[in-house]
């Protein structure tokens, strides 16, 4: 018998339309001077990269478990935080450049880990949802 991932895998205009909404929300609450409160900025804006990460990564690699892939996507994001702690002068540099900044970002944070874990919970929840097997009545 086989998975719920495996039986039906998610359309490919939904990756790429779901994909740019991520994209384009995450720039605006990042970079959109909207007034939003500093905590939401920072962590709105993690949460959502987290969440590009899982969306991508389950997009190319369409046949494997749900579940590999959060595996997966929260280890690639949490290896780039921790990444966060080496520093050099060249990649100091590229971290204040605008597209440093939002590939590795600039500082530590532990609550930010948390907070990638939490989205990719919830881009896996999204995408099971979206893989379920419509019922024919």
Same mark, same amino acid.
């Given at each position: 018998?086989? #998975?719920?991932?495996?039986?039906?895998?998610?359309?490919?205009? +939904?990756?790429?339309?779901? =994909? @740019? &909404?991520?994209? !384009? /929300?995450?720039?605006?609450?990042?970079?959109?001077?909207?007034?939003?409160?500093?905590?939401?900025?920072?962590?709105?804006?993690?949460?959502?990269?987290?969440?590009?990460?899982?969306?991508?990564? #389950?997009?190319?690699?369409?046949?494997?478990?749900?579940?590999? +892939?959060?595996?997966?996507? =929260? @280890? &690639?994001?949490? !290896? /780039?935080?921790?990444?966060?702690?080496?520093?050099?002068?060249?990649?100091?540099?590229?971290?204040?450049?605008?597209?440093?900044?939002?590939?590795?970002?600039?500082?530590?944070?532990?609550?930010?880990?948390?907070?990638?874990?939490?989205?990719?919970?919830?881009?896996?929840?999204?995408?099971?949802?979206?893989?379920?097997?419509?019922?024919?009545?």
């Amino acid at each position: 018998m086989q #998975s719920l991932e495996q039986s039906r895998q998610r359309p490919n205009w +939904i990756s790429w339309g779901i =994909g @740019t &909404v991520i994209v !384009a /929300v995450g720039l605006g609450v990042r970079f959109a001077p909207i007034g939003l409160p500093a905590v939401v900025v920072k962590y709105g804006g993690s949460t959502l990269w987290a969440l590009m990460i899982y969306w991508v990564l #389950s997009s190319f690699i369409r046949k494997w478990p749900l579940a590999q +892939i959060a595996l997966m996507s =929260g @280890t &690639v994001a949490t !290896a /780039v935080e921790i990444f966060k702690l080496y520093r050099s002068p060249g990649m100091d540099a590229f971290r204040l450049t605008p597209l440093g900044m939002l590939m590795l970002g600039r500082v530590f944070s532990g609550w930010d880990i948390v907070a990638y874990w939490l989205a990719i919970v919830a881009g896996v929840v999204l995408d099971a949802a979206i893989r379920k097997p419509r019922s024919r009545t």
